[in-house]
């Protein structure tokens, strides 16, 4: 939805500009207004693209903030839902009414497609010596099929690669020079491409069928267009006053009720008779053709603005959104968990808390790298690298949490020539959990006793050893291991014999016991 409203700002902004030119451009002759109102159309049609595949250049209003409004950004916050259902149901209105408007113009269009195919198909092909006189004139080197129908009182061309030109069922009784001026008509249709012109209108006018600019746009292209092929006609010879009566004419002969199918382009409709009728008498208009070079010119004048203009962005568009639950080993929610994520590119950081569900979201935060991390007291630390945002795709990650470690230290004192004395058991340090864990606590420990020998030598050492506590609170002796490289042996064996028959209340999660790592460290030191 921000996409297609920062579009359609864009498209408002060409469309505008577009008219402010044509004020500038009212004395030129209708080729040229024609050509502007042409790149238009394709410029509306193509922004959307190119503002995808561009690379994309931000606007961004800068602001000095004081130090409180930082510490506020970097603190912890209540995180918001994901998106909020009323907003969701509103953008989720808007997205089906712009679809469904979509729908009715292109379904407009597709049903033209078919009335004229079908009408040229099973309409009467005719031969006239006059279609390769005024094609040779018009530098029309295409074929050109010409039928006869009844579905339409008035001439109509139509098609890109294959162009037919349908003429009424009266038209066998038409005068030579009638017949000639209505074939020069068409002729320079196909010649200019206005099929396709009339094609891309319609498309540009389905997309943005909500915007009145976009109508207003696709009608002046209209007018112009056949404007520019009634100086072409009057370009080969044809006289004004006799093409002007012709002209109305035809227009006269136009059914009530006949409405003109928006693929095809027709010679002569009622809303710009008027307007055509003068622009035909008036000697002193501007009739001159758009060359080759200056077409190309007027096309890279237009790629000059479309292009900067695609590769804006408001600040808003670089936004994303990630979120998610946190949960434990177990597959329960997490609640009071701190999420953070941190752009690596930026090195900005910003935090939040899990809500009573474990649910978390950082919504409009830039897109780009990040680093993931949750902490929860009694779990050990989540981190999820190199974590990509792009603002196409909001991302959801569920982390879960594995149960930390605990640490248990005590130190073992001996006295040099004295009698070991039975050291004090040193009280246990281990990380203060909350939330749905419940840590294991120590509940019989016995002391390891300092070997007489390396009293006597003064030797010194701690040993770190690593071990499991089962779901009964012993300790797996396999599981215990020395750690520390440079622990010596005797003291080492001292501190196995001594921690493996200590016992644990076990770790309960949610209620359950499980199995938890623990790091015991034992320092053997003298007095």
């Not at 602001?63 to 950004?73: G, L, R, T």
């Not at 040229?120 to 010596?129: F, L, Q, W």
């Not at 909001?394 to 230290?409: A, C, F, K, M, T």
């Not at 005797?490 to 196995?496: G, N, R, S, T």
């Amino acid at each position: 939805m921000l996409f297609l409203a920062i579009t359609t700002i864009k498209a408002t902004l060409v469309l505008i500009m577009a008219f402010g030119l044509a004020l500038a451009l009212r004395r030129a002759s209708a080729a040229v207004r024609h050509l502007m109102w042409t790149l238009v159309i394709v410029g509306v049609l193509v922004l959307p693209v190119l503002s995808l595949i561009l690379p994309r250049v931000p606007v961004a209003v800068r602001s000095v903030e004081s130090p409180a409004q930082e510490v506020s950004v970097l603190a912890p916050r209540t995180p918001a839902p994901a998106s909020r259902p009323a907003s969701q149901d509103r953008q989720r209105m808007v997205l089906f009414a712009w679809l469904a408007g979509v729908l009715i113009v292109s379904g407009r269009l597709a049903i033209g497609v078919i009335q004229v195919s079908r009408s040229a198909h099973s309409a009467i092909r005719i031969e006239n010596p006059l279609i390769a006189q005024i094609s040779s004139q018009l530098g029309l080197r295409r074929t050109i099929t010409v039928v006869r129908t009844g579905r339409t009182t008035i001439p109509l061309a139509w098609g890109i690669f294959r162009p037919v030109i349908l003429l009424p069922t009266d038209s066998d009784h038409w005068t030579a020079e009638r017949t000639r001026i209505v074939l020069s008509h068409e002729l320079a249709h196909v010649k200019r491409q206005d099929g396709v012109t009339q094609i891309l209108a319609q498309i540009a006018c389905a997309l943005y069928w909500f915007h009145p600019l976009i109508w207003l746009s696709a009608r002046q292209l209209r007018k112009e267009r056949e404007q520019a092929c009634d100086d072409q006609v009057l370009s080969l010879g044809n006289r004004a006053s006799a093409y002007a009566d012709h002209l109305v004419e035809l227009a006269k002969s136009l059914r009530p009720a006949e409405r003109c199918w928006p693929v095809a382009v027709a010679m002569a409709q009622p809303p710009e008779l008027e307007t055509r009728v003068v622009a035909i008498l008036d000697p002193q208009r501007s009739r001159e053709k758009v060359t080759r070079m200056g077409a190309i010119l007027c096309a890279v004048a237009a790629a000059a603005f479309i292009l900067p203009l695609s590769t804006l962005r408001a600040p808003a568009q670089d936004r994303t959104s990630i979120g998610g639950s946190v949960y434990d080993a177990g597959g329960a929610a997490v609640p009071a968990a701190t999420v953070t994520v941190s752009n690596l590119d930026t090195g900005s950081e910003d935090t939040t808390v899990t809500n009573p569900a474990g649910e978390y979201s950082f919504i409009g935060i830039p897109a780009g790298r990040y680093l993931l991390k949750v902490l929860k007291p009694g779990f050990a630390i989540f981190r999820q690298q190199d974590v990509k945002l792009t603002v196409s795709s909001p991302l959801r990650l569920d982390p879960v949490l594995e149960i930390g470690g605990v640490s248990e230290s005590l130190e073992v004192v001996g006295h040099i020539h004295r009698p070991p004395q039975p050291p004090l058991a040193a009280t246990p340090h281990r990380i203060r959990v909350g939330g749905n864990i419940q840590a294991t606590k120590l509940t019989y420990q016995v002391k390891p006793l300092y070997p007489e020998t390396l009293q006597q030598q003064g030797i010194e050492g701690t040993v770190l050893l690593r071990a499991i506590i089962t779901k009964d609170g012993s300790l797996n002796a396999p599981s215990i291991m020395v750690i520390s490289t440079l622990a010596n042996p005797e003291l080492a064996k001292a501190a196995i014999e001594a921690v493996k028959q200590w016992r644990y209340e076990p770790t309960l999660l949610n209620g359950e016991p499980v199995e938890v790592a623990t790091t015991i460290t034992v320092h053997f030191k003298l007095q």
